[in-house]
């Protein structure tokens, strides 16, 4: 079975997101095995300058990296990243198990977004949407695209 990672920067507080992600978390069992990592926020000042921004940045690319398997290919969401439908992503999904990676790595960022070293060793680049939504809400929406794009492979009328 192959393995996905969702990896968050930032911890889920609210328990109705906890709710709906373990709802698809369930619902994925039978598909991959799906591990989800929390990386802590870095804090900032109420106004930080950019050079503070882009030290706790730099921070979390170092947490991101001590984290992440060898190997693995890794998506990065990330709002100058391309838009997928859902059918595109299970094509992705697709292409990557006929890859000799064991795990995709699902990677959103905190409020700040992510270091450019660590959107330079993804895979893919992927927007959710033009749109801005909060990280904890794409959590959830991630979970549901990653099943749905199971369900699309497995030919599910789910994607209707």
């Not at 870095?42 to 398997?69: C, F, G, M, T, V």
């Not at 999904?93 to 660590?118: K, R």
């Not at 549901?144 to 209707?160: F, L």
Request: net charge positive; with cysteine.
């Amino acid at each position: 079975m192959r393995n996905v990672t969702l990896m968050c920067v930032g911890k889920l507080k609210e328990s109705f997101y906890r709710q709906a992600c373990e709802e698809y978390l369930k619902r994925l069992a039978p598909f991959c095995k799906v591990t989800v990592v929390e990386i802590p926020e870095e804090r900032l000042p109420q106004n930080p300058s950019q050079a503070q921004i882009d030290q706790a940045l730099e921070k979390e690319a170092q947490a991101i990296q001590a984290k992440l398997s060898p190997g693995a290919k890794l998506v990065c969401l990330c709002i100058e990243g391309k838009l997928y439908s859902s059918v595109d992503l299970s094509h992705l999904i697709s292409t990557w198990e006929n890859t000799s990676a064991q795990t995709l790595v699902f990677l959103i960022g905190g409020s700040n977004g992510l270091h450019p070293s660590i959107k330079g060793q993804a895979w893919v680049r992927m927007s959710m949407s033009p749109m801005t939504f909060p990280h904890h809400l794409a959590r959830v929406m991630v979970l549901e695209q990653i099943y749905r794009a199971y369900q699309i492979k497995a030919g599910s009328p789910y994607h209707k």
